[in-house]
C-alpha cells in the first residue's frame, strides 16, 4: 500500500519556467488537497478537491493551477515560476471531507525557484 | 477563524525526561484538534486527535495531549523522551470552508540530547 506518493522530491526551476508537481493515492480517497509549507508558516492550502472534476481554492492559490481528472491523481501546476514559489510541497488526501476524516500526507516535493 | 498556536520554536529535552509541547486554539465552540510529526524529509504523520469526550486521548508512540477547555489549550506530552522522538511537531485545528481543511501552527521543532 503506497498511500500518498509524490514526485519528484527535489526540483530546481528557473524563474518563469513551468513545472507539474505529481500526486497521486492509491486509496480510493475522494479529497485531496496541496499545502506548502514555509518555515515559521506552518503549512498553508493552496488548492483542494472534494472528487473527479470538483476543485476549489484555499488560501495562498494564486500563481498554481490544478485539476482532478481521476479519483487517483491530483497534478499541482506552475505556469511561471517565481522565487516565492521556493518551498515545501505537500499533497495530502482523506476518504471523506467531514472532521473525521484524517489527512494521509505524502512526503514532500522541495522546490527551489532561483 | 478557527487557528492554533504554537508558542515555542524550538524545545530541547534530555533523552528520558518529558515533555510538553504548547499548543493553544481560537475557536468558541469544541474544535477539533490535531497533532502531527514530521521526521526530516518524511511527510506529516498523524499523533493523535481529539473530537469529543474524553479530554485526555492517546495516540501512538507513547504520545498523549489533554484538552482543557478553560486555557484553550491542547498540549502534546510524552513521559519519557526518546532520542528518536526529535522532530517537528504541529498542531491544528479543523477548519469550516475548504473541504477537509486543517489549520496548522507553526510548528515546534524538537531536538533531543543524548
Known amino acids: 500500500n503506497a498511500g500518498v506518493t509524490q514526485t519528484p522530491k527535489f526540483q530546481v526551476l528557473k524563474t518563469g519556467q513551468s513545472m507539474t508537481l505529481q500526486c497521486a493515492q492509491d486509496?480510493?480517497?475522494?479529497?485531496m488537497s496541496w499545502y506548502r509549507q514555509d518555515p515559521g508558516m506552518g503549512l498553508r492550502l493552496i488548492h483542494y478537491s472534494v472528487g473527479a472534476g470538483i476543485t476549489d481554492q484555499g488560501e495562498v492559490p494564486n500563481g498554481y493551477n490544478v485539476s482532478r481528472s481521476t479519483t487517483e491523481d491530483f497534478p499541482l501546476r506552475l505556469l511561471s515560476a517565481a522565487p516565492s514559489q521556493t518551498s515545501v510541497y505537500f499533497c495530502?488526501?482523506?476518504?471523506?471531507?467531514?472532521?473525521?476524516?484524517?489527512?494521509?500526507f505524502g512526503n514532500g516535493t522541495r522546490l527551489t525557484v532561483t | 477563524a478557527q487557528s492554533v498556536t504554537q508558542p515555542d520554536i524550538h524545545i530541547t529535552v534530555s533523552e528520558g525526561a518529558s515533555l510538553e509541547l504548547r499548543c493553544n486554539y481560537s475557536?468558541?465552540?469544541?474544535?477539533?484538534l490535531f497533532w502531527y510529526v514530521q521526521s526530516p524529509g518524511q511527510g506529516l504523520q498523524l499523533l493523535l486527535k481529539y473530537f469529543s469526550g474524553d479530554t485526555l486521548v492517546q495516540g501512538i508512540k507513547g504520545f498523549e495531549a489533554e484538552f482543557k477547555r478553560s486555557q484553550s489549550s491542547f498540549n502534546l506530552r510524552k513521559p519519557s523522551v526518546h532520542w528518536s522522538d526529535a522532530a517537528e511537531y504541529f498542531c491544528a485545528t479543523f477548519t469550516t470552508g475548504g473541504g477537509n481543511k486543517l489549520t496548522f501552527g507553526t510548528g515546534t521543532q524538537l531536538k533531543v540530547e543524548l
Open positions: 495530502a488526501s482523506s476518504y471523506g471531507t467531514g472532521r473525521r476524516s484524517p489527512l494521509h
Open positions: 475557536y468558541g465552540a469544541t474544535p477539533y
Open positions: 486509496m480510493n480517497h475522494e479529497y
